[in-house]
């Protein structure tokens, strides 16, 4: 308030329709977009100079995640910890921290593959920060993340139903297998491969209405290669996923 007041505002201003309050005691003018970032400054205004924004808000200012999702979420952290880095202008966890700080096993492996196709980090990054936390809680459950992620994987579903199975009992599938014919042409490149079995899996995204003459085409040849094909959505990989498992076991017999 005394802000808007060395401004010239009163309450009364603020409380027109011509201001929005974003937290308490932090309006902007209805005129100005409401962004994530301003979003976060709203919160950094609010809370102690030793907050750090950590898990899924660090996240998105690691640019892993494309919507920034609430509540907002921080830890205090002093400004000396090595696990405090700056992203997009706010203090938040390092990359590594991030990811095994998420709080689902599944969460930290979707995330850690983003990282890691991304470039961002790299397994020995990860690995070493896993060394430097001996002892503490939650290592173990690090250590299964890093035995998960795979660099080769493009989309966190992709990585959701990799998981779906692997948590399931069932063989970890290969990434991003390419599958050539008997000349050596390319005829398709699956999300996850079962060699053993020629058992294709593909994750179907929103990409694939737009692409879907070739992916009909490619899904053709790899089954006249003799490669058989699953193909599953958000919604089976999310909602249906006894049936996905149920499918994928009956292919794998």
Known sequence: MAQA???????????????HRLRRGIYIWTGIPETPVLKL??????????????RRTAVWLHGLEAVLFEPIETILADS??????VRRGFRTTSLPRTIFDLPSLVHSVVVADQALHSRLVTRADLGSWIDGQAGRKGVRTARRVLE???????????TRLRMLLVLNG???PELQVSI??????????PDLYYREQRLAI???????????????????????????LLRFTASDVMHHQDHVL???????R
């Not at 007041?5 to 201001?19: D, I, M």
């Not at 400054?41 to 950590?54: G, I, M, Q």
């Not at 737009?210 to 006249?224: C, H, P, T």
Request: charged residues 35%; glycine residues 6%; aromatic residues 6%.
């Open 5 to 19: 007041q060395t401004a010239g505002l009163e309450r009364w201003h603020l409380e027109g329709a011509s201001w």
């Open 41 to 54: 400054e709203a919160v950094r205004l609010r809370r102690h100079p030793s907050t750090v924004f950590a």
């Open 80 to 85: 000396a910890d090595s696990d405090v880095v």
């Open 148 to 158: 998960f992620a795979d660099a080769k994987a493009e989309s966190p579903m992709e």
């Open 170 to 172: 069932l063989p970890c």
């Open 180 to 189: 050539r014919d008997e000349e050596g042409v390319l005829i398709g490149r």
């Open 202 to 228: 593909e994750y179907d995204g929103d990409t694939h209405r737009a692409r879907l003459v070739e992916d009909n085409r490619r899904q053709n040849r790899l089954l006249m290669a003799g490669v058989r």
């Open 246 to 252: 149920a499918q994928v076991r009956d292919m794998l």
